[in-house]
């Protein structure tokens, strides 16, 4: 079993920076695909950028690509995702979460084949 823990987020003003992180423990695959994934009240859930492990290759949704970087320290088992230049639409529950390491690009940001889910951390961005 693999547990997931998100923490970083809170409240930051419109042009402000966060990061997240996710911890990792349990048994844990070392080919996999971690994602980062977000959903806003009343919207569904985005996938937000997600990191193939084995060779950090990394995919990005359209509206974060260039504000966003996932990242990952194998050592601590730990994934991080770096938002700057945040907007008032990047205000969601943030989640982490894993899958295997065989999804095509579309799959890894699509969330449905991802198996283990952390429990969500809060991000507020104020205009």
């Known amino acids: 079993q693999v547990q997931l823990v998100e923490s970083g987020g809170g409240s930051v003003q419109a042009g402000g920076s966060l990061r997240l992180s996710c911890a990792a423990s349990g048994y844990t695959s070392s080919s996999k695909y971690m994602g980062w994934f977000r959903q806003a009240p009343g919207k569904e859930r985005e996938g937000v950028a997600a990191?193939?492990?084995?060779?950090?290759?990394?995919y990005y949704a359209d509206s974060v690509k260039g504000r966003f970087t996932i990242s990952q320290d194998n050592a601590k088992n730990t994934v991080y995702l770096q938002m700057n230049r945040l907007k008032p639409e990047d205000t969601a529950i943030y989640y982490c979460a894993e899958g295997p390491g065989w999804m095509t690009r579309s799959q890894a940001l699509g969330g449905l084949l991802y198996n283990y889910w952390g429990q969500g951390t809060q991000v507020t961005v104020s205009s």
């Open positions: 990191i193939f492990t084995v060779l950090g290759s990394t």
